[in-house]
């Protein structure tokens, strides 16, 4: 047992570099290896071991990589959330000066009751305005009618001969 644990010690050992156990730092005869099935299975369990150790080390460095960049993200979002709120809180305090500004039989509806009363309103001004649009229209079609006949009296009161008088009459 004290050989195996001499070789295993030994194997570590590198020129100019102490040894573990003496202090040493020339290596002239390390402990050799001793035959038995007992020792190499073991060293093949601790190389397995090593082997493990490494790669649970590899993926201990990438997950904490993973927690701190899932960090940052979740930092991110809190960020986001709370200005998202803010600008809420702002819509909510625009959306309350709006509808007090509403007649107030419309303050009391639903959001969805309001856009339709508003649809409503808005239509009954389309038609208002369109109905305004075509009297100003007609409005203008009498003025003009009214200039010739203002025109064909003054012909007709100028003296004018009267094939002049039937001519602007055709036109009319």
């Known amino acids: 047992m004290d050989r195996n644990d001499a070789y295993m010690l030994?194997?570590?050992?590198?020129?100019?570099?102490?040894?573990?156990?003496?202090?040493?730092?020339?290596?002239?005869k390390p402990a050799g290896h001793t035959e038995g099935t007992e020792l190499t299975a073991l060293e093949k369990r601790v190389e397995n071991a090593r082997e493990k150790l490494v790669d649970a080390e590899r993926a201990y460095r990438e997950a904490k990589k993973a927690a701190l960049v899932a960090g940052e993200q979740v930092k991110a979002?809190?960020?986001?959330?709370?200005?998202?709120?803010?600008?809420?809180?702002?819509k909510n305090v625009e959306y309350d000066t709006q509808k007090r500004r509403l007649p107030e039989e419309l303050r009391e509806l639903g959001l969805e009751l309001i856009r339709l009363e508003l649809e409503k309103m808005n239509g009954a001004g389309a038609e208002k305005l369109q109905a305004v649009e075509a009297w100003e229209k007609k409005q203008e079609e009498y003025k003009e009618e009214l200039q010739r006949l203002n025109?064909?009296?003054?012909?007709?009161?100028?003296?004018?001969?009267h094939q002049t008088l039937t001519n602007h009459i055709l036109i009319l």
């Open 10 to 28: 030994s194997k570590n050992l590198k020129e100019d570099e102490p040894c573990s156990v003496c202090g040493s730092e020339h290596h002239p």
């Open 77 to 90: 979002l809190a960020g986001q959330i709370d200005q998202a709120m803010q600008e809420l809180e702002v």
């Open 151 to 161: 025109e064909i009296m003054l012909l007709k009161n100028t003296g004018e001969n």
